[in-house]
């Protein structure tokens, strides 16, 4: 007797996948839930686990082809096992290739970084992400053998740079797959700078080049992940017409209320206080106000959303994901705060389900947190407007006091730049909106909205 293994549905609105690795050859046994195939959506890249157990007889769906949920990927028979009792999908961390992508913009991760010595924002991803529709599985020695010696080139990357043999490295991934944290943890030894006494008599080493990425000179195919992006900033580009206007934002009251309040914050959340809550709440309460911003365009319709639902940006090993805080703008501080580490914390371990991808009404992305002052972020369609967050540093700024007098004084700044369609966004209403961001931003009275 033989059965056949279908696509199952993997999200909202998914319609097809493609198959991007079998697990299993044709004559290879597997068990109940062990998994079978690495399939590609839109919205999510997942192993399939087979539902028998038995021998792969056939294989009807070729790796990079595509097949409609549904539509039969394998034929198992031979087995003594019967069929899995079917179970909604459930979210299970895999390091299959990753995401749904409700943006083109390659967006640096989402702390907001001060510099030099400023505190840094809630982490957001390096490592990969998806939401993964797979029940618990027992994976099979063989399997495990074959999960194993696939490496993405991040980890590759590295290992070469701690100079670490992977043969030599055990795998905490699915079959025994290894990890960026497999590697890090691996690194015994990891390089120190020394510390140079800089005396005027005493000459200065010199800095150590940097490390040369491991792929330099190699050519690899584009995911499907890349593929999805590259598309979607393409159509964002040729089907809106986009522009950016930035303001610059003194944050020297919400950087003193950081360091107020920040033992008590950590006490009652678990985590740090941060610039990005502060930035997703003004974000989020100036568009109810500024209704243009957190809409969309639908043929001749302009549709005003009655929800501020604010995704963020997550720079991860394959591409960018932006999961979504809902109803942000009814949100405290603290609130907010818990939602970013938990939806960044749960992309990184590959833990998110499709819908908390889906649904964003306004984009913010922190271009900062790797030092740039601004830069001119995509908008994410449907949407028609994303905010990038600079980085924060202190520099002389010329200051108004009480009485008129002009003075320089030493202040937290940031570049708020805001990218959007022109096609229903004007010049007018994006400086007003960004004039209220502001505002809101530079006069802190956030005390109420802590919620802690």
């Not at 390091?95 to 957001?124: G, K, L």
């Not at 990425?213 to 584009?222: F, I, K, V, W």
């Not at 934002?249 to 209320?257: E, G, K, P, Q, S």
């Not at 009485?403 to 940031?414: E, K, L, W």
């Amino acid at each position: 007797m033989s059965d056949s293994v279908v696509l199952p549905a993997l999200g909202e609105s998914v319609t097809e996948g493609t198959v991007t690795r079998w697990l299993k050859k044709v004559g290879d046994t597997v068990a109940v839930d062990e998994p079978l195939v690495e399939v590609s959506t839109d919205k999510v890249d997942t192993e399939i686990p087979s539902p028998f157990a038995g021998v792969v007889e056939q294989i009807l769906v070729q790796e990079d082809e595509t097949v409609e949920v549904g539509g039969v990927l394998a034929i198992i028979g031979g087995g003594a096992g019967a069929a899995a009792a079917p179970v909604a999908p459930v979210a299970a961390p895999v390091e299959a290739p990753a995401a749904v992508v409700s943006a083109p913009e390659v967006i640096a991760p989402a702390p907001v970084a001060e510099a030099p010595t400023a505190t840094v924002a809630a982490p957001i991803a390096e490592a990969p992400v998806a939401p993964v529709v797979a029940a618990p599985s027992a994976v099979a020695a063989s399997s495990s053998t074959s999960d194993a010696g696939y490496v993405t080139p991040l980890v590759r990357k590295l290992a070469s740079e701690a100079g670490i043999d992977l043969s030599t490295v055990s795998g905490s991934g699915v079959g025994g797959r290894i990890r960026k944290d497999d590697v890090l943890a691996a690194n015994t030894h990891p390089v120190v700078p020394a510390v140079t006494n800089v005396a005027a008599s005493t000459p200065v080493a010199a800095s150590a080049p940097a490390a040369v990425s491991a792929l330099r000179g190699t050519t690899e195919p584009m995911s499907r992940l890349r593929k999805v992006l590259a598309e979607r900033a393409v159509a964002s580009m040729q089907q809106t017409a986009q522009l950016t206007t930035v303001v610059e934002v003194d944050v020297t009251r919400i950087a003193a209320m950081r360091q107020r309040v920040q033992a008590q914050f950590v006490a009652a959340t678990g985590g740090k206080l941060n610039f990005m809550p502060f930035f997703t709440l003004a974000a989020a309460e100036a568009l109810r106000a500024n209704p243009k911003l957190n809409a969309s365009v639908d043929g001749d319709n302009i549709v005003y959303h009655s929800q501020e639902n604010i995704s963020f940006a997550v720079d991860t090993e394959r591409g960018l994901l932006t999961p979504v805080i809902r109803e942000a703008g009814s949100l405290t501080i603290a609130q907010i705060a818990v939602a970013i580490a938990d939806l960044a914390s749960r992309t990184r371990e590959n833990k998110l389900k499709p819908d908390e991808l889906g649904g964003g009404t306004f984009t913010l992305t922190n271009t900062g947190s790797r030092g740039a002052l601004f830069d001119t972020p995509v908008v994410f369609l449907p949407q028609v407007a994303i905010l990038g967050t600079g980085v924060v540093t202190k520099r002389p700024v010329v200051v108004t006091t009480a009485d008129g007098t002009d003075t320089i004084a030493i202040r937290s700044m940031v570049y708020l730049a805001l990218s959007y369609d022109h096609r229903l966004v004007d010049g007018a209403d994006a400086s007003r909106y960004l004039v209220d961001v502001k505002a809101r931003l530079e006069e802190a009275n956030f005390e109420p909205n802590l919620g802690i």
